[in-house]
Structures are given as C-alpha cells and as structure tokens.
C-alpha cells in the first residue's frame, strides 16, 4: 500500500512569490491534515480538509490556504512568502469513519526555504 | 486549551543503555488520544502507539514500552537495550475527541544513541 506522497520534496524561493505544495493521501484516506513544522514552533497544524470541505483550521494568517480534490488529494498554498515561511511542511492522512484507528500516517514532507 | 510538553530537548545514550522519554499533557476533555510517533533524518513521522483516555493499560511493544498515567497526565516511553537505529526524533502527541482531526505536538525529543 503505497504511502503518503509529498510533492516537491525540496524548493527555493524568494520572499514576495508564492508556493504550491501537493499531497496525495493513502488510498482510501478521505482526511488530509497539513502542519507545518520549524526548529522554533516545532509541529503546527495549519488545516485539515475531508470532503473537499476545510473541517479544521490552525492559526495561520490568510496567506496559508488549502483544498481538497475528489479524489482527496490535496494542495496547500502560500502567498506573498516571507523569511519566516521556510519551513517543513507536513501531509498527513487518516481514515475517518468506522474503523477510525485515529492515528496521522505522514509524508515526508516538502521543505520550502525562502531566500 | 490542549498542551503537549516534551522538557527533554536532546538526550544522549550509549548504546543498550535503556532511556525514558517524558511526555505531559494538558487537557480538560475526558475523551482524548495520545500518540508518539519517531521522525528519523527523513522527515517523516513514523506512527508508534496510541492510547486513549479510558484505557491506561501500559503496553510493551518489543524494545518498547509506554506507561499511561492520567493522574499525573503523562504518557513516558522507554526504550530498552538502545540501537544506534533507534536515534531520531520523538514526538508525543494528544489528540481530544472536542478538536476533531486536530493534533497538539510536543517539541520532541532528540535521541541520539552512541555506538
């Protein structure tokens, strides 16, 4: 069973521009959750789509945004990247529904740094 | 509010010495979850166990082990007769039945095993 799949797994980019990042889930996960990870904050939740729907959002400004495609992949966005964006930005996917076993199976990871 | 803290930063062993992890939570739900999970140089969030709150049985897992204490809001992990294998990152995680899909990370712990 092929497992969480992260793409880039590497970028650079410059502050001002933007950045999409594209997850796709263990097949037949419907919830796709993303955080983002640095050395100072450690592992913060950004947001978590099922559906197609944004269930759950972290607190991150306006600039961070996501979606949900049928198939339940799913892409994050950043806007207007600043410094302080780079960072490890984790997928993670779960079953939801019986039989929920509740834990995240991870990607592993796009690292954005910005320049 | 739901709190994870890890007070080890980096803990360092020489190998098939034993060592605990510490984890302490805080939450006020009475259904909740907790998770550790291992981050080796890749960068992706290995599952290892979860426990849920009604069910405080400690459990051993080969070279592993967890003690679940609600009374003191802990969820320590061993790991007995380290590998060099087994050096990573820890992360322990609560997740609460009132947060959806939503975990709380700690800062993790950094274990380094010494040939």
């Known amino acids: 069973k092929a497992g969480v799949t992260q793409t880039p797994r590497y970028l650079i980019k410059t502050r001002g521009q933007q950045v999409t990042l594209s997850c796709s889930p263990i097949s037949g996960h419907r919830s796709v959750s993303w955080y983002q990870q640095t050395p100072g904050q450690g592992l913060q939740f950004l947001f978590e789509?099922?559906?197609?729907?944004?269930?759950n959002k972290g607190n991150f400004p306006g600039r961070f945004s996501g979606r949900q495609f049928s198939n339940s992949r799913s892409e994050m966005n950043v806007s207007t990247l600043e410094l302080g964006d780079s960072a490890l930005y984790l997928c993670?996917?779960?079953?939801?529904?019986?039989?929920?076993?509740?834990?995240?199976?991870f990607g592993e990871g796009s690292r954005l740094t910005v320049l | 509010a739901q709190k994870v803290t890890q007070a080890q930063t980096e803990i360092s062993v020489v190998e098939k010495e034993d060592v605990t992890l510490d984890c302490v939570y805080e939450?006020?739900?009475?259904?909740?979850?907790l998770f550790w999970y291992k981050q080796p140089p890749s960068g992706e969030l290995v599952f290892l166990i979860r426990?849920?709150?009604?069910?405080?049985q400690n459990e051993i897992s080969g070279r592993y082990s967890w003690n679940f204490q609600k009374s003191t809001s802990s969820f320590n992990f061993t790991i007995t007769a380290s590998q060099v294998v087994d050096s990573a990152v820890y992360f322990c995680?609560?997740?609460?039945?009132?947060?959806?899909?939503?975990?709380?990370f700690g800062t993790g712990t950094s274990l380094t095993v010494i040939p």
């Open positions: 993670a996917s779960s079953l939801v529904g019986a039989p929920n076993t509740g834990e995240l199976f």
């Open positions: 426990r849920n709150s009604f069910d405080e």
């Open positions: 939450t006020r739900d009475t259904t909740y979850y």
């Open positions: 789509y099922f559906s197609e729907t944004q269930r």
């Open positions: 995680a609560l997740r609460s039945s009132n947060t959806g899909n939503q975990f709380y």
